[in-house]
Structure formats: C-alpha cells, structure tokens
C-alpha cells in the first residue's frame, strides 16, 4: 500500500531511511503506509500535500471546505471509486475533476476514464481531508440524492403552478477565513486567503492575479490605483488559479475561455462578496476579483461629494415624475454607487422600484432587482419591457448599452415613468450625442431627458502626512481657480507614510457636473448644435464642469492639484 509514494518521499530525501523503513513494515502488515507515518505524526500532511503539488504539478484544495453536490458523486459507483482511489468533485462538460491524495496511482485514471465515459482531471487534497470526505461522501450519497430528487420535483410542481421555467438561483458556498487555522490548511489555500484577507484589510476594489512568462504575480487597486501586492511561486500558478476557480464555482477543467462567478466569504463575522472573472491568456488564466463589500457602500447623497447646488438639481432630476436621469463616466468611477444612493434616497413603501442588473452588486431591501442573463434571452431591453407590466413607478437600468435598451428606456421614460440609469461617456454634454449615435432620434432625445450626471473618483490627501505644496499663483489662475481664492489657497499634498502606504493619498471623493438639460439646450440640440457649442452654453446657464469641480476639492484641501489635473481633461 504505497510503497511507491514510500520510495519517492525517500528518494527525494522527504523521509528518512528510517521512516521509509517504517512505511515499509506498515506495508507488508496490510497497511497503509503513508497514513501510518501521518498519524504517527512522523511527517506534516500540510508539507507532504505541498510536496507533492509541486512534484507533479497538480492543484491541491481542501475538501474539508469544499461542498461535493450528491449527483457529481453518483456518477462513480463507490466501488470504482475506492478502487481508484479518487473522490469525484465536479463534472462539467465531459470532465470529471477528482480528488486523490497519492499521484503515484494516477495510472488508475484509466480506468476510471473507461468506466464513466467521461475526461477525468485530478487535484490533490490531503490524506485525513480525503479519508474524511470519502466516508461522508459515500456513507450517504443515496439518501441525500434521494431528497434532492424530491426537492426538485416539488420545485418543479411549483414552477409549473407559478407558470413559468426560468432561471435558478445559484446557491454560493460561504468559505472561512480564520486566521488561526492557516498552519491546518494546505498552503495554497492559505496562500489565497491570506491574499483575500490582504486585500480586505487594505480595502482594495480589485485583486488582479496575472500570469507572465518568467512571473506569477498579483496586484491590488486601492482608491482607484494598482498596486503590487506579492509574486507567487510560478509552479504554484495552476493550483492558485484552480483554487479561486474552485471557490467560484467554476469549472476548473476549463481553461480555454472565459468563466465568471462568485466568491462569498466570511471573515471576521462579515461576508464579502467577490465577482470573479477568469480570461485565458499566453501563459495561462488570469483571475481578476471585484470585492463587493456592503460595510464599504455609502448610500447616502450627502455624502458622496456632491456640491449643494448640484445636489439640489440631481435631487430635482430623481423626485421628477417622469423622464430619464443619466450618470455617466468611465468604469470605476462611482457610478453604481450614486445610482444606488439615488436609489435609497427614492425607496419609499408608497413607490414600486424596480431594477434591472448586470450583474446585481448589492442586495437593497424593499428593491426588486433583477439579474440580466442574455444566455436565456434575458437582456436589458426584455427586462425593461416586462417591468412596463409589472406597476412599476421607477425603473433602474443597470447601462444603457444599446439601441433597444436606449429605445425601451426612452418610451418608459415618455409614458410616465421615472428611469435611471448610467451611460459610459466622458462628460455630461457628450451624452446627449451619445444617445444620438446609439440611433435615437434628437426629437425623442429632448422629450425623454432630464438630468445628466458626468463623475470621477478623486484621490483624498492622506490626513497623516499632508503637507502645504508651493504653487505659484499665476500657475493657479491659469488653471482655472478666481485671482481671490488663489492668493489665499494653499494647496496641499501627502508625502507618504506608512499609514498611505507611501502614496500620499488615502481614500477617495467624488466629484460631479450636473447638466440640467434646459429648454435651451433642448432647442440647440434639434438645432444640430456640436458637443462643444451644448457644453458652452451649459457653462454659461451656470454648468460648473469636472474640472472646476475637481479644484474645489484641491481650495477645500481634500485632493491634491496633480489628482485635480490628471483626473479631469478641459477640452
């Protein structure tokens, strides 16, 4: 009873001739050599699961951790499997992952290949994970599969009353981290956590794990900056992506295209929600995460950034009866979370809010959020054109993405109903010509549109190791701020400390152009009047611009002038 594996860990000077002596003797009685050292406390489960993850190169989890749905295991009577010492864990199109805790008896895959017709990886876990997981597995799998049987059928009873097929819920599996159990786990799974739990701590808004030819490194965005966070070991790259992929819910026999899915994990007593995408590239997968952390959500409009003046309109725009109000920016600039404050700020028991999402970030109580799924059909458009039949008061479109969804938007926003949404573009006034572009005619641009809400994530100055920074006066006035307040402002910046991480900045503000669409501008643009000629007027009905709004921020000492000036353009 391996005796292979035995000779391995001695030829690679893992034991001692006197331990393999020992395996030996356990051996020739009957027993299983390896367990035996194991539960003598002879050799480290945790070093040997290492040890052999990198020897021949496979991927380790822990199955102590890892939920096995009852079906998978049905797939592999319990006889073959304990013949081929291997636990099924996850079947997915045509590929049957499997856990083993001796690669010296990977030969055995054959068969087990020819028994159930399907491709079979392997990943390893260790010997007490996998004599532990075996016996839960096996012990009960037909009573388990039985009540899921019946669970179904009653689900399906009830579809059937409701009326409809549809879409089911993914259930996501809660992992923990906990600190005082890392020396217990095996060391990729440690290693992912203790990535997860940097990242959390730092509150970082992305973890990028990226794969090179000669580095395995990650990275981490913190207010709205990559960052260097360590390079991992290049042989442990398959088994560091296969682990997050596993914590998703992927299909970790996949590699050649793109996956998303959902990592939910409890830290501290607080879950966390991570949108996990994966994306084949030269030299392997890379993983990037999207922490989605509701202690980190501020809902309240107040205190978002926004100036009174520009509050007062956004509020006028979102407390109007009907039309449309758009947000606008780049990707991570805040969007969903002004959206979502609007949102908030609107949920009153007396209105029916309905959102459509892709994906839904955050669950909001008293909202009827709606997740896109264009794979069944379920798009933007489809969605909004249901929500027109559902009593709705105010509807939410996650990104106005396309022709039909701008059109369907359009109409809702025309027959009475509030609609908001956001809109990828680079300021307030180019929205208009967007909207145009996508194939709306101007006539229905005017009728339909409100407000129009262009935003940025500026950098706050780390309040630890802020500094007065010398600018010349006349550099001041040309660059936008009053000859008055430039005599009297003093600029400031961070030097960096420790508590910034050296950068200088801490935190992040936003900042806002609110563009009333007034009866104005609503003329120039049947008129046929250029973005810049609608921008210029906006300006003189008193539109103050992301540019004049950014060095508010740097007059009122929360930003810094280079963050001012690199996060905005004036055209």
């Known amino acids: 009873m391996s005796k292979q594996l035995a000779e391995l860990l001695l030829k690679d000077k893992f034991i001692t001739q006197r331990l393999y002596e020992e395996a030996i003797t356990a051996a020739n009685k009957g027993m ?38 009852p079906e998978v295991v049905q797939l592999v009577p319990a006889e073959l499997a304990r013949k081929c010492q291997a636990l099924p864990i996850q079947s997915n199109r045509g590929t049957l992952v499997v856990a083993v805790c001796d690669p010296t008896q990977l030969g055995k895959m054959d068969d087990l290949k020819f028994q159930i017709k399907q491709n079979v990886e392997a990943v390893l876990t260790t010997y007490s994970a996998f004599d532990t997981a075996f016996t839960k597995v096996y012990g009960s799998t037909a009573a388990i599969g039985e009540a899921i049987k019946s669970i179904r059928k009653d689900m399906q009873v009830e579809r059937g009353k409701e009326g409809g097929g549809g879409v089911e819920f993914e259930l996501v599996q809660v992992h923990e981290i906990d600190p005082s159990s890392t020396e217990q786990d095996a060391p990729v799974i440690s290693l992912v956590n203790s990535i997860l739990s940097e990242a959390i701590a730092r509150m970082a808004s992305d973890i990028h794990v990226e794969p090179y030819e000669k580095r395995f490194r990650v990275r981490m965005r913190i207010d709205g900056v990559l960052h260097d966070m360590t390079d991992v070991p290049l042989e442990m790259k398959r088994a560091v992506v296969a682990r997050l992929k596993i914590m998703s819910r992927m299909d970790i026999a996949e590699s050649r295209i793109p996956q998303d899915g959902r990592i939910k994990l409890k830290s501290g007593g607080v879950e966390i929600d991570f949108r996990v995408n994966t994306m084949p590239t030269l030299f392997g997968e890379k993983v990037v995460l999207r922490i989605l952390s509701k202690k980190n959500l501020q809902l309240d409009l107040k205190k978002l950034g926004f100036e009174t003046s520009q509050l007062e309109l956004f509020k006028k725009g979102i407390y109007s009866a009907n039309g449309m109000v758009l947000v606008t920016g780049p990707t991570g600039s805040g969007k969903t979370t002004t959206l979502y404050s609007a949102i908030t700020e609107l949920n009153q028991v007396s209105d029916n809010i309905s959102t459509a999402e ?34 709705r008061d105010i509807i939410i479109v996650g990104e106005v993405r396309d022709y039909e969804t701008a059109e369907v938007a359009v109409q809702a926003a025309l027959t009475g109903h509030l ?53 010349p006066v006349p550099k001041l006035i040309e660059l936008g701020i009053l000859k008055d307040l430039a005599e009297k402002v ?42 810049m000629e609608l921008k210029q007027q906006a300006i003189q009905d008193g539109l103050k611009t992301l540019r004049m709004s950014a060095l508010t921020k740097v007059i009122e000492g929360k930003t810094s002038l280079q963050e001012a000036l690199t996060s905005t353009m004036e055209n």
């Open 32 to 69: 299983s050599c390896i367990r035996t050292l194991i539960d003598g406390k002879a050799i480290s489960e945790t070093k040997l699961l290492y040890f052999l993850s990198q020897k021949y190169g496979l991927p380790s989890i822990n199955l102590a951790k890892y939920e096995i749905s």
């Open 358 to 391: 892709d994906p839904v970030e955050y669950n909001l109580e008293g909202i009827n959020q709606v997740q896109i799924h264009k794979e069944i059909g379920l798009t933007f458009a489809s969605v909004l054109r249901s929500l027109l039949r559902q009593d």
């Open 419 to 471: 609609v908001l949404s956001t809109l990828h573009t680079n300021d307030s006034a180019s929205t208009i010509m967007r909207l145009m572009n996508m194939g709306l005619e101007p006539f229905l641009v005017v009728a339909s549109l409100n407000i129009i809400v262009a935003q940025r994530l500026l950098r706050t100055i780390c309040q630890k190791c802020k500094t007065e920074q010398v600018v």
């Open 490 to 531: 003093k600029p400031l910046h961070g030097k960096g400390c420790k508590d910034c991480n050296q950068t200088g900045y801490k935190g992040r503000v936003a900042i806002y152009e609110v563009l009333d669409f007034t009866k104005t501008l609503k003329e120039m643009v049947l008129k046929g009047a250029s973005v």
